[in-house]
C-alpha cells in the first residue's frame, strides 16, 4: 500500500520566516515557492511549508524524523537558529541516536542518525 514517505507539511504563521528559517537549517534552497506554499526537496522528500490559517495550530501532532548524519551537529546548528531541544539525544538500540527539537513556529521535528 505505502512506498515511501512523500512530503510533511508544517503549519507556519510567517511563512517568509520560516522560509529562511529552513532554508538556513537545511542548506537546501526551495523548489517551489509562492504566497500559499514552499516545498523543499530533500533528497526526495519533500518538506512543506503552509501559511494556510485554517490549518494553523500550536504545532503538529505527529513527529516525522529526518535522518541526520551528525544528531550532534544537527542539534547544535537547529538551536543556534532557534529551535528547542523538546526530548533530548538518546539512543534507542543498536546504536541508533534519536531527539526532538521544536521549531521557532512550534512544530515538533524528529532527528535521526543511524550506525
Known sequence: ????????????NDLERAKRWY?????????????YYVGFDIHGAELGLDPD???LETGNRVISY????????????MTALGAEISKPAQEVGGGIQVAVVRDPFGNSLGLIQEP
Open 1 to 12: 500500500m505505502f512506498t515511501k514517505l512523500r512530503t510533511v507539511i508544517y503549519p507556519v
Open 23 to 35: 532554508t538556513e537549517v537545511t542548506g537546501v534552497t526551495p523548489y517551489f515557492d509562492q504566497p
Open 53 to 55: 490559517p485554517e490549518v
Open 66 to 77: 529526518w535522518k541526520v548524519d551528525s544528531l550532534s551537529g544537527a542539534l547544535e546548528k
